[in-house]
């Protein structure tokens, strides 16, 4: 609030000199003997209204003294302005933080519209693996981010139940159920050699019996077909409910085509006059809405490629009533998103839909060395396998807390490590610490901490620097939480929680380095053991706020 009334103070000013789109820096400083806030906006209009920093700066002093909640304003160095906060207007972070309480951070930026975040949508031709953990992690927070700016979300996953990798899977059930016959059947060509199909063939087996022995008909495999993608898909549900993913939506390929979906959309297509037929195949112009070639709707043999039943089902979700969208997907993907926009631009949508958010992939690693620990699925290491590993907690975390273009190594031993040098166990331990002062309080019948009592405390006597930096931390939370959401990046909701859990613990330590640090806040002065209560309340607020929104949870003891 502060930071928006000083940032609007400041573009006022530039504009008063005539520059109206003045860009500017307002951070809190790393050293607090610096101020609360700090801005290079004289430095940045130098060159604009041909004046020294220093002058410009001490020209902005004197038309900002009287912004309601500052104590005073320096200018430092060459024409930095540091902003000092009074004492009152700082403790008023903390009553808004305990007023709202589990609301705290959120905003009505989305105004309750409409937004589809698609992700995962795995094929259901084996267990999930680390890829699409990442990308669950992913999806499902930018998710929850978007639902506290307001936004009314729809998470769907779209299984590709249609095409060769299907068919190729029938096929592998069909050699493992043979072999379990006692014949010798070879995996055909392309064919996926992990345990699970040989599971998968075992529970036909048991259910069918040995009626299809013999016959390698259509029947047989499409029975193999239905049963195996049947069998993963339930897997795959499985995984992520214990993965806290849900979904409101499982939206099926092949239903595209038996409604029809495909072969209207490449009579929209043909009717827009950018279809043509080359070497018997059918193909869109694409190059007309800035894709690098042409691309094939129709193969020579009247099979549909990849790129036509991608436009009609973002043509659906339009349809649907989703004009936004969010794909969250593997960087593999990268080469659709210019296809499947011309293939929609192509039909009237607009430019830039559906919005792609692309990540790279994961490896693990043990003592520096790569690691695979999966047995059941042949090559690669499942969720489930990490997961039992490390736990949903960590797994979680661990997949959040880097930039979704970053190639993820996920540290076994950082994810193992249950002390504080593991971040998502330094910011647990760090609301644990923060509930066990809540204990101590009620055992000594100050019981001020959760109840009424709390919003009249004097919070203008938290003056130390911990204490002030520690408020400053909490009041910023809305900010960096509408940053994560408008960026489509939790690692920045990861990267504020760990600061300030080691704020808290920071200031959890301050004045008692060698008895127990939670003497620090239930001092008997009842006034400032107020205080300090009602700031270990919202730290604890926002600490599970935050947790929350990265679906892990708070825990009160440890």
């Given amino acids: 609030m502060h930071a928006e009334r000083i940032s609007d103070a400041l573009r006022e000013a530039a504009a008063g000199w005539g520059v109206d789109d003045v860009r500017f ?47 005073r304003i320096e200018v430092a160095g060459p024409g930095f302005l540091n ?3 009074e004492s009152v207007a700082v403790g008023g972070t903390l009553h808004r933080i305990l007023e709202a309480r589990e609301e705290y951070g959120g905003n009505e930026d989305g105004g309750g519209r409409r937004i589809m975040v698609e992700f995962v949508s795995a094929n259901p031709t084996g267990p999930l693996h ?82 299809y022995e013999h016959e390698r008909s259509k029947a047989a495999l499409e029975a193999m077909r239905r049963f195996a993608v049947s069998s993963l898909r ?41 279809t043509y037929r080359h070497e018997g195949a059918l193909w869109l112009r694409t190059t007309e809405f800035g894709d690098q070639k042409d691309r094939v709707m129709l193969k020579s043999d009247g099979s549909a490629t990849y790129f036509l039943p991608d436009v009609a ?12 969208v969010i794909n969250v997907q593997g960087s593999d993907h ?6 499947v926009r011309a293939g929609l631009r192509a039909l009237g949508r607009p430019g830039g839909y559906p919005e792609y958010l692309l990540h790279q992939m994961v490896t693990v690693e043990r003592g520096g060395e790569e690691v695979r620990f999966s047995k059941r699925a042949g090559s690669y290491t499942t969720l489930a396998d990490l997961v039992a590993e490390v736990g949903v907690d960590v797994a979680r975390y661990f997949f959040l807390m880097r930039r979704p273009e970053a190639h993820l190594t996920f540290d076994l031993d950082l994810a193992l490590d249950q002390s504080d040098k593991n971040p998502v166990y330094k910011v647990k331990y760090a609301h644990a610490r923060l509930c066990r002062l809540s204990r101590l309080a009620h055992e000594k019948g100050w019981d001020g901490m959760d109840g009424p009592r709390a919003p ?28 994560a959401a408008r960026d489509r990046a939790p690692h920045i909701l990861c990267d504020y929680l760990e600061r300030t859990a080691g704020l808290v613990n920071t200031w959890y330590q301050t004045g008692h380095p060698t008895r ?9 002065d009842e006034p400032l053991r107020s205080a300090r209560l009602t700031l270990a309340v919202a730290a604890r607020i926002v600490l599970r706020n935050g947790l929350k929104v990265l679906g892990i949870r708070a825990p009160e003891a440890m």
Avoid: C
């Avoid at 092949?254 to 029809?260: C, F, H, M, N, V």
């Fill in 25 to 71: 820096r307002l951070d809190r400083p790393k050293d607090t003997s610096h101020g609360d806030l700090a801005s290079n906006i004289a430095l940045t209009l130098a060159s604009r209204v041909n004046r020294r920093p220093r002058d410009i700066a001490l020209d902005l002093k004197a038309r900002l003294g009287g912004i309601e909640g500052i104590e």
């Fill in 83 to 85: 902003f000092f906060l």
């Fill in 130 to 211: 680390l890829g699409h953990g990442r990308q669950a992690a992913l999806g499902d927070v930018i998710a929850r981010l978007l639902e506290w700016s307001g936004w009314e979300v729809h998470r769907e996953f779209y299984f590709n139940d249609a095409g060769l990798q299907i068919a190729r899977l029938a096929e592998t059930v069909w050699a493992r159920y043979r072999q379990l016959l006692g014949h010798d059947e070879p995996v055909t060509e392309g064919g996926y050699h992990g345990e699970y199909v040989v599971e998968i063939a075992r529970d036909f087996l048991e259910r069918e019996g040995d009626r």
């Fill in 234 to 274: 339930d897997e795959q549900r499985r995984d992520l409910a214990g993965f806290n993913v849900h979904f409101d939506e499982y939206y099926s390929e092949r239903s595209l085509y038996s409604d029809k979906r495909v072969e209207k959309t490449i009579e929209a297509l043909d009717a827009t006059g950018l």
């Fill in 313 to 324: 089902y973002h043509m659906g979700k339009w349809e649907r009533g989703f004009h936004e």
């Fill in 334 to 339: 990268h080469g659709t998103v210019d296809r």
């Fill in 456 to 483: 009249d405390a004097d919070t203008a006597l938290l003056a130390a620097p911990a204490e002030r930096e520690l408020i400053n931390q909490l009041g910023e939370f809305p900010g960096f939480l509408r940053r």
């Fill in 516 to 524: 127990k640090p939670e003497l620090a806040a239930l001092v008997y």
